[in-house]
């Protein structure tokens, strides 16, 4: 029982920057990773950036693909149960639906849960 919302795609220039949010509500007093994924037509999703919550040695780690490393940087403000993904010098490759994905652990056997919001578009193009 987790909603997540995504919020700040929209149409921006090459080099230009955009900011991107996840707001997450309902059951999330155990999240364990929450995730930013991008997805063209034809192609698989695939994961931007994640960062790490939930405590333990682990809490705040991020990791960050590739092709985005030194542009985007992944944030969170755990009071308002929002994830961030700062987008910089943006490319046409970076063009796609962007969606945040939270993965939640609960039950006895401390199962992890996903969910995923409905996606934002973002276009780099001049």
């Known amino acids: 029982q987790v909603q997540v919302v995504e919020s700040g795609g929209g149409l921006v220039q090459p080099g230009g920057s955009l900011r991107l949010s996840c707001a997450a509500s309902?059951?999330?007093?155990?999240?364990?990773?929450t995730g930013w994924y991008r997805q063209v037509p034809g192609k698989q999703r695939e994961e931007v950036a994640a960062i790490i919550s939930g405590g333990g040695p682990s809490d705040g780690g991020t990791r960050y693909a590739d092709s985005v490393k030194g542009r985007f940087t992944i944030s969170r403000d755990n009071a308002k149960s929002t994830v961030y993904l700062q987008m910089n010098s943006l490319k046409p490759e970076d063009t796609a639906i962007y969606y945040c994905?939270?993965?939640?652990?609960?039950?006895?056997?401390?199962?992890?849960?996903?969910?995923w919001g409905q996606g934002t578009q973002v276009t780099v193009s001049s």
């Open positions: 309902g059951s999330i007093l155990n999240i364990d990773v």
């Open positions: 994905n939270v993965r939640v652990r609960a039950g006895p056997t401390w199962r992890e849960y996903s969910y």
